[in-house]
């Protein structure tokens, strides 16, 4: 069997020095921010090519904090993606705001600029993009839209570490990068945690300050703050894997590239081009019968993902709050099916999967 992810396997390489660091932690009894938080705040921010960082629980929290720090007026309205997981749009609801969905390009699934305008009107605030995939978002014309309109830009990072556009690293373009640190991700804990990146100290200051209950000094509260704080132990453990991110991903792309030259034209690749650094967090092709194939792979030995199998306006929790009609999204959730590429996974298994799947 060609499992689609495994968690010990892909951490299988780093495990003795996840050792090292979980006893360093044990040895020294502090496990809440201590050094090792500080240390990977300013190595993420280094290898994001500058700013600061602070390390939070999850990349929802990430995404809260982020959109707290602005104090936009109850309604006010944030730009998003159609087709993103549901917890960007938690992130906004979570604030008091309104979400306003706005439909992906249908070759990249990611928010397309050229329909973001119709969308906008006097309350919107922000846009929140999602490098959905590990592909970046057409920065240019998003950020020439904000400053157009003088809207905030928040990125969502969740599946992009280390992802470039022209050259330049996602996170960086906007006035925040959150990122994830989910276990699966491409830069992955051995549990949840989260980061925002920005440019300015004195906003990550006001970051680090909402994150541990809204203060700077301990016992004195100059905001209404929450607690969300990178766990010591899992800095420790991303300090670890930090220096190999460039490896995984460029691993990822090598799968990826046997998966865009192997795989007949019955399927839909992932889009291509040379203004694009895909980290490739999720290979994902679309196809008709996205899930007789599924059922086919899984006969054949080979388990896949879907990402996302509903659309968030067909959620249960938001398909009131949610109108309008989005048929982009619902034809890419319908169809896509995400294909093996973990670290862990070999070329012979990517080539087994793409004879397998030209045979369908």
């Known amino acids: 069997m060609i499992p689609y992810e495994d968690l010990f396997l892909l951490n299988a390489p780093f495990m003795e020095s996840y050792r ?8 020294k009894g502090w496990f809440i921010l201590g050094n090792k938080v500080t ?11 500058g700013g600061y960082c602070a390390g939070l629980a999850s990349g929802l929290d990430a995404l809260v904090l982020a959109l707290r720090y602005f104090e936009f007026p109850p309604g006010s309205e944030v730009i998003v993606p159609s087709n993103t997981y549901i917890a960007t749009i938690l992130a906004i609801y979570h604030n008091g705001l309104v979400p306003v969905l706005v439909e992906p390009d249908i070759d990249t699934y990611n928010l397309d600029p050229l329909k ?6 006097p309350l919107t605030k922000a846009i929140l993009v999602v490098h959905l995939y590990g592909k970046s978002c057409d920065m240019d014309p998003i950020m020439n839209i904000a400053q157009n309109y003088g809207l905030k830009v928040i990125e969502d990072c969740a599946q992009s570490h280390g992802a470039l556009y022209k ?4 996170g960086t373009f ?10 699966t991700k491409n830069l992955g804990a051995l549990g949840d945690g989260g980061a ?7 906003v990550t200051s006001k970051i680090k300050a909402l994150r541990n209950y809204g203060c700077h000094e301990k016992y004195y509260n100059n905001y209404i703050g929450i607690n969300s704080r990178l766990d010591e132990i899992q800095a420790g453990f991303l300090s670890v894997k930090l220096p190999f991110l460039d490896r995984i991903n460029q691993h990822k792309r090598v799968l990826a590239k046997i998966y865009q030259e192997g795989l007949s034209s019955d399927f839909i690749l992932p889009v291509v ?17 996205r899930d007789k194939l ?19 306006h067909h959620q249960k929790a938001l398909k009131t709050r949610l109108k309008g009609a989005f048929p982009i999204s619902e034809t890419i959730h319908q169809t896509t099916l995400s294909l093996p590429i973990s670290y862990f996974h070999t070329v012979a298994q990517v080539e087994q999967v793409v004879a397998v799947m030209n045979a369908f």
């Open 20 to 27: 090292e660091s979980f006893s360093d932690s044990l040895d």
């Open 39 to 49: 240390t990977f705040e300013a190595e993420f921010a280094d290898y994001c090519g």
């Open 116 to 121: 973001i305008g119709e969308k906008i009107t």
């Open 167 to 170: 050259g330049k690293m996602t």
């Open 174 to 183: 906007g006035d925040f990068g959150a990122f994830s640190f989910y276990p």
């Open 196 to 202: 925002l990146l920005s440019a300015d100290p004195e």
């Open 273 to 289: 081009h040379a203004d694009y650094e895909d980290v490739y967090h999720i290979y994902s092709i679309r196809h008709p019968k």
């Open 294 to 312: 599924r059922e086919y792979l899984l006969a054949n030995n080979i388990k896949t993902e879907i990402h996302y199998p509903v659309p968030p």
